[in-house]
């Protein structure tokens, strides 16, 4: 059974900074293309990053890009989001999930999400 | 705001059919067969129930169908039933420069 597993949110203060982990289990990790995607309270679903099955590329949605980063440590079958300058719209819950977006795959296994609050 | 239109909510009852709209542009939904919807219980994380805009993964009921006229998709939901509600959010490939473009997602209330 696949299972993907988020950790570290946490409550931030505005400008600060925070890594998520993901911790996936029932597949071969290393074969996959994975995601983070987001929901802000009583919001949609917004897309933020994808990174390839390798970790050789990755991909930003724009109002992330330089702020975020996606890394993979396929050795440990695990996944990480490195947020920077942090900011108030940015609370929310974040899910790791598995698709190959790039190749137009939607996301078929997600985690139970991990809260992010961006507050002072 | 969202980049793909979706209702805020629709309702129905117990055994009717429902069907969600999801209107974007002739640069996503109109261009491509690359339409996802997901079902979200409160609470709960997504679950893909619709792919490449009439296809259902394994395990999802044939209660639920998916389609698509120009610019917009849908979803149809027959013979609903109470666990039928939740949000439901669609999803579509917009070109290698906008893999996801996603809706704002829809409330469906089974009464």
């Known amino acids: 059974e696949v299972q993907l597993v988020e950790s570290g949110g946490d409550l931030v203060q505005p400008g600060g900074s925070l890594r998520l982990s993901c911790a996936a289990s029932?597949?071969?990790?290393?074969?996959?293309?994975m995601n983070w995607v987001r929901q802000a309270p009583g919001k949609g679903l917004e897309w933020l990053s994808h990174i390839e099955a390798s970790g050789a590329a990755s991909y930003y949605a724009g109002h992330v890009r330089g702020r975020f980063t996606v890394s993979r440590d396929n050795a440990k079958n695990s996944l990480y989001l490195q947020m920077g300058g942090l900011r108030a719209e940015d609370t929310a819950v974040y899910y790791c999930?598995?698709?190959?977006?790039?190749?137009?795959?939607?996301?078929?296994?997600w985690g139970q999400g991990t809260l992010v609050t961006v507050s002072s | 705001q969202s980049a793909l239109t979706q209702p805020r909510s629709v309702s129905g009852s117990p055994g009717q059919s429902v069907t969600i709209s999801c209107t974007g542009s002739s640069s996503d939904v109109g261009a491509y067969t690359y339409v996802s919807w997901y079902q979200q219980h409160p609470h709960k994380a997504p679950n893909l129930v619709i792919f490449d805009v009439t296809e259902r993964p394994s395990g999802v009921p044939d209660r639920f169908s998916g389609s698509k006229s120009g610019n917009t998709a849908f979803l149809t939901i027959s013979g609903l039933q109470a666990d039928d509600e939740a949000d439901y959010h669609c999803s579509s490939y917009g070109g290698s420069n906008n893999p996801v473009v996603l809706g704002g997602g829809t409330r469906l209330t089974v009464l």
């Open positions: 029932g597949f071969s990790f290393d074969l996959y293309e």
């Open positions: 999930a598995r698709g190959n977006v790039i190749a137009a795959r939607p996301f078929d296994s």
